[in-house]
């Protein structure tokens, strides 16, 4: 598969291009050059569908799904994000973590209906960044 190559551009201070071609100059490497191996560093975990990226979490999008494996009595936890492939959240899961992940889910998605039936339907839940906003 042929990949396509685009351009980006960013605007930075004036002090932080120097800093950036001096560094290129004692590298020996052009500025294009360095800053994309800059970029490819810093996405080559997000470009691996089989990771998940460190310090990032899980994709907001995707399949919780888990493997039997009978041979060794437990499972593979995975993440199937689509067209990313799937990611390994855990490997080796024993049956009793699962039975207490799965009872600790349904206690809580219990307490979230307990919490829904006790609003009235026309109140709605205030997001947090509009409470900065004092009503008077």
């Given at each position: 598969?042929?990949?396509?190559?685009?351009?980006?551009?960013v605007k930075i201070k004036e002090?932080?291009?120097?800093?950036?071609?001096?560094?290129?100059?004692?590298?020996?490497?052009?500025?294009?050059?360095?800053?994309?191996?800059?970029?490819?560093?810093?996405?080559?975990?997000?470009?691996?569908?089989?990771?998940?990226?460190?310090?990032?979490?899980?994709?907001m999008i995707g399949r919780i799904?888990?493997?039997?494996?009978?041979?060794?009595?437990?499972?593979?936890?995975?993440?199937?994000?689509?067209?990313?492939?799937?990611?390994?959240?855990?490997?080796?899961?024993?049956?009793?973590?699962?039975?207490?992940?799965?009872?600790?889910?349904?206690?809580?998605?219990?307490?979230?209906?307990?919490?829904?039936?006790?609003?009235?339907?026309?109140?709605?839940?205030?997001?947090?960044?509009?409470?900065?906003?004092?009503?008077?």
């Amino acid at each position: 598969m042929t990949e396509t190559w685009v351009t980006i551009s960013v605007k930075i201070k004036e002090r932080t291009k120097g800093m950036i071609v001096e560094r290129c100059q004692a590298k020996g490497v052009t500025v294009n050059s360095f800053l994309a191996d800059m970029i490819n560093r810093e996405m080559s975990e997000e470009m691996d569908p089989g990771k998940v990226p460190k310090g990032r979490g899980v994709p907001m999008i995707g399949r919780i799904e888990f493997d039997y494996d009978g041979s060794r009595d437990n499972f593979t936890w995975t993440l199937n994000v689509g067209p990313r492939g799937e990611m390994t959240l855990a490997e080796n899961v024993p049956a009793a973590f699962l039975e207490s992940l799965s009872s600790a889910a349904k206690a809580a998605l219990e307490s979230r209906d307990k919490f829904r039936r006790a609003v009235p339907a026309e109140h709605v839940v205030v997001p947090a960044q509009l409470k900065e906003y004092v009503i008077r």
